[in-house]
């Protein structure tokens, strides 16, 4: 209640913003690649990283130069980074920020450029690698970049929130704002409380956005210290030191149970939170004295956590990929579409 006020503050900021674009007393800068802009109307963890990975995949299957414009949130640096260009000037995640950094490890071949500036970077990879499509890591928000196409991923376990704006809730823009959306993916489908209410909710808002459905498979479980995969049979009703630092926990831990791992408790950090190496010493001290197979995190954790030789206890890391259960041709040929 004490937040309310506030909320509405921010309400009519984001009224006021949107006015000026469509105005065009602001105006949106565009650029000569398509660009294809993935988001949410919340903070917190909805699905995004996974879905951009997904994206970026399947436009350099079809011969398309792909890059990817994100800016790193909570990073060191701020200077613009081209992770493509890694080999001639290290970094690290705490550089370029954990997602970008995650994308990295997982797209080799595909450029990754961080700046809070998108218009700029956008520029970069068109210059340097000729990109015909530029995808906008976490765009909804950022107006100033014309896009082609506006991806909005909702996460079906939690879409909204308590319905409320910043700082009282968790909507980023009021529900409204999902009219300005081209296509809906709904990730974790498989976990919903009520899917029926959810897309009766965004038909509502936006009648004309196709709906697309997901869900997180399980690629792998590896060993931290060296990236070995382990047979998922053999963490089956053992016991496990959880740990995580992401938007949506509560996701993590319906993996592990579907894996049949016990649980024996869920260290819950704030989002993107910064490990330090007394925090994982702490954390196997107390594997050892809970008398734990294993201590587990997942993906987008890992990259954080700093490097200790000789753990006294298996450190393993979850990794997952995104499934599309139900509408891939729509998004496919959407993508096309542009």
């Known amino acids: 209640m004490l937040l309310t006020p506030f909320s509405l503050l921010f309400r009519l900021a984001c009224a006021i913003r949107l006015f000026l674009y469509r105005s065009g007393v602001f105006r949106q800068k565009r650029l000569t690649a398509k660009v294809i802009s993935v988001g949410n109307i919340t903070v917190g963890g909805t699905g995004k990283t996974p879905l951009v990975m997904y994206i970026a995949e399947r436009l350099k299957e079809n011969g398309k130069n792909v890059a990817i ?60 690698y000729r990109a015909d499509f530029l995808i906008l890591d976490d765009g909804f928000q950022h ?52 899917l029926d209410e959810l897309i009766r909710t965004l038909q509502k808002y936006n009648p004309q956005a196709p709906l697309v459905e997901s869900i997180y498979r399980i690629r792998s479980i590896d060993q931290l210290s060296d990236g070995v995969s382990v047979n998922l ?39 993107h939170f910064a490990y330090h190496q007394k925090d994982i010493l702490s954390l196997i001290e107390e594997a050892k004295s809970l008398k734990a197979d294993f201590i587990i995190t997942t993906e987008k954790d890992s990259v954080r956590i700093p490097l200790i030789n000789h753990l006294e206890i298996q450190l393993y890391v979850l990794k997952i990929d995104l499934k599309i259960t139900k509408g891939e041709e729509i998004l496919l040929r959407k993508i096309e579409g542009i």
């Open 69 to 128: 414009l994100t800016r790193g949130y909570k990073r060191k640096k701020k200077e613009m980074v081209d992770l493509l260009l890694r080999a001639q000037k290290r970094v690290s995640w705490e550089d370029v920020g954990d997602e970008p950094y995650l994308m990295m490890q997982n797209l080799s071949d595909i450029p990754i450029i961080v700046s809070k500036h998108r218009v700029v970077s956008g520029l970069h990879a068109i210059e340097k």
């Open 233 to 271: 049979k053999e963490v089956e009703h053992k016991r496990a030191l959880v740990f995580s630092g992401i938007g949506n926990p509560s996701s993590f831990e319906n993996s592990l149970n579907q894996l049949k791992i016990q649980i024996l408790k869920h260290h819950r950090f704030s989002d």
């Open 143 to 194: 107006l100033k970049l014309h896009r082609d196409l506006d991806i909005v991923v909702i996460d079906s376990t939690n879409p909204f929130g308590n319905g409320k704006l910043l700082p009282a809730g968790r909507l980023r823009e009021p529900l409204s704002s999902l009219k300005r959306a081209d296509l809906f993916v709904l990730t974790k489908t498989d976990q919903a409380s009520d």
